[in-house]
């Protein structure tokens, strides 16, 4: 069996992994960036302690919601995809944001994910707590506190002042208050499903790996996809690959444009492109949802030291009402950073439980080099909305608590209500464009296996599929669902000897 895998991301490598465990399976792995064997990361990846936009970067711009305010969206374009790129924040989210999952396929709830949670962790702190793993690939520990920058300690200090629990353990089912960031680094490296899952099964003969290619469209005969099409990133040469599966791991923005391009969505989303529709699934690049986020900066007006690049040791998780519901938001502080000549502080207020379902993801052309058209719809949901404004003021009346009070200044109009809509970004953590659901749902793209409904060969295993997002940043969420995802793949083709169970301890 050749199983094409488009895509080298958090995703792609686990399934990489994964599949060609199998010597029956012949597995190819397509990939636009460039690789890098684990530890020699290029100096500007290399940085753990702040997520990297300015290089291996999709450069994407959206639009932010009702306003047509442009948005730089990061991507990673490497071997590793955002993993590398990305903050290494290793949160789950709280049980019950699992188990709205199970709405859309029954059956996949909390209980049925946490087994993949723990499967893929090694926790360095916690790791015997029955809600953690301590022998999964991916490393995961947490900063001491007496190794805290005193902005963060203050923060954490003003946060207890003001009556929000202290938790060890961000990651223990309902925490919700003030304690240290877990991480997936290890002596401030990042730790990834590249250098974790990836590069470890490369010597495999059954594996390749082809980076610098552009994946363009599937092949499609009748209701079967049989391959896709690729473009070379440098001279933009036309090469096809056959498979019996192909599985999309081109994340969020990407693997829908894919399949737009491909003539599968939409009707008014292909047609006015010139591409033919093949097979009709109005649910394609419709109802992304991402965590919001809003950032809030002050002058440290004091001289307590800050860092040269800013960084989040702590958390703060809080609940807040809103139309009559207590719902999640996250206040990461970071600890302090100078900026031309000035010191300065940003808190970022997260809507962790974020409902809004209005983003979407559009082709602009048929071109594989032109980027997605991508609308974020970010607080376009008055909860959100509300949400937002209630974190924000939370924040507020932590920093003008003791012993933060006096230390940070903030910068004008951080309190006028409309600062949340006119700064609104995203958290990274966009999700279901390819979403999940029952046959029954007109507007459900993949099943829970992550087939892609009414055609043969051809999935999608990415953060694309998830149907409700986590109140948590997502690496984690797509690294479990991805594996769980491959095993039912594996079961499901006649190769169930290779599928990892995670009840197998
Ligand atoms: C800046 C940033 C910070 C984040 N911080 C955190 C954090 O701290 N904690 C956390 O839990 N989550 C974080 N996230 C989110 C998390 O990293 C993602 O949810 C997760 O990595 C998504 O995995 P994926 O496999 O869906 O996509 P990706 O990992 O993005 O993989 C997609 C891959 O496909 C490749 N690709 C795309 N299109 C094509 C094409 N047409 N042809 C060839 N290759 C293509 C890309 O180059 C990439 O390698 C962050 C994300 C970003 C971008």
Same mark, same amino acid.
């Given at each position: 069996m050749r199983v094409v895998i488009a895509g080298a991301g958090t995703a792609g490598c686990v399934l990489a992994a994964r599949l060609s465990a199998d010597p029956g399976i012949e597995v190819l792995l397509l990939e636009s960036g460039p690789h890098y064997r684990s530890g020699h990361w290029p100096p500007a990846l290399a940085h753990a302690f702040r997520i990297i936009k300015e290089t291996h970067d999709w450069g994407f711009q959206a639009q &932010?919601? &009702?306003? #047509?305010r442009g948005v730089h969206v990061p991507r990673g374009q490497v071997v590793g995809g955002s993993s590398i790129t990305n903050a290494a924040i290793a949160l789950h989210g709280l049980p019950e944001h699992y188990d709205e999952w199970a709405q859309f396929v029954p059956g996949l709830d909390w209980a049925a994910m946490l087994p993949w949670l723990r499967m893929i962790e090694d926790d360095e702190q916690f790791g015997a707590e029955p809600y953690h793993g301590d022998h999964g690939p991916i490393p995961i520990n947490r900063w001491p =506190?007496?190794? !805290?920058?005193p902005l963060l300690e203050r923060f954490a200090e003003a946060a207890l002042a003001r009556g929000h629990a202290w938790v060890d353990d961000h990651n223990a089912p309902g925490a919700v208050g003030v304690g240290p960031t877990p991480f997936n680094m290890r002596d401030g490296v990042r730790q990834t499903p590249a250098d974790h899952y990836l590069d470890p099964a490369l %010597? =495999? $003969?059954n594996l390749s790996l082809v980076t610098g290619v552009r994946v363009d469209r599937l092949m499609i005969d009748g209701d079967r996809v049989t391959g896709l099409v690729v473009r070379d990133e440098a001279t933009g040469e036309r090469t096809t690959h056959h498979a019996d599966h192909v599985i999309l791991c081109l994340g969020t923005y990407q693997s829908p444009a894919v399949l737009l391009r491909s003539g599968i969505g939409p009707v008014d989303a292909i047609t006015p492109h010139g591409i033919r529709v093949v097979h009709e699934l109005p649910g394609v690049g419709r109802g992304m949802q991402d965590h919001p986020k809003i950032s809030y900066r002050f002058w440290v007006s004091t001289d307590i030291p800050v860092w040269p690049h800013p960084w989040i040791q702590v958390l703060l998780t809080a609940k807040a009402e809103v139309r009559g519901e207590e719902r999640l938001f996250q206040v990461m502080p970071y600890a302090g950073f100078a900026d031309g000549g000035h010191r300065i502080s940003e808190f970022n207020v997260q809507v962790a439980d974020a409902r809004g379902r209005t983003g979407r993801v559009d082709i602009q052309? @048929?071109? #594989? *080099?032109d980027q997605p058209v991508l =609308? *974020? %719809? !970010? /607080?376009?949901d008055p909860g959100d909305r509300d949400l937002a404004v209630a974190g924000g003021r939370e924040l507020m009346a932590v920093a003008r608590t003791a012993p933060l009070a006096g230390v940070l200044d903030p910068w004008p109009n951080l309190d006028d209500a409309d600062h949340a809509l006119r700064t609104v970004e995203t958290f990274h953590h966009p999700v279901g464009t390819l979403r999940m659901g029952r $046959? +029954? +749902? /007109? *507007? &459900?793209? @993949? +099943?829970g296996a992550g087939r892609i409904r009414g055609l043969e060969g051809v999935w999608c295993m990415d953060a694309s599929v998830i149907p409700r997002v986590p109140s948590a940043n997502t690496h984690l969420a797509v690294i479990a669902l991805s594996e769980r995802m491959g095993a039912q793949f594996l079961a499901g083709t006649g190769h169930a000897a290779a599928a990892v169970s995670p009840d197998a301890g």
């Open positions: &932010a919601g &009702a306003s #047509p =506190r007496e190794g !805290w920058y %010597g =495999r $003969d052309s @048929t071109h #594989p *080099m =609308r *974020m %719809g !970010w /607080l376009d $046959d +029954d +749902d /007109l *507007m &459900a793209v @993949t +099943d």
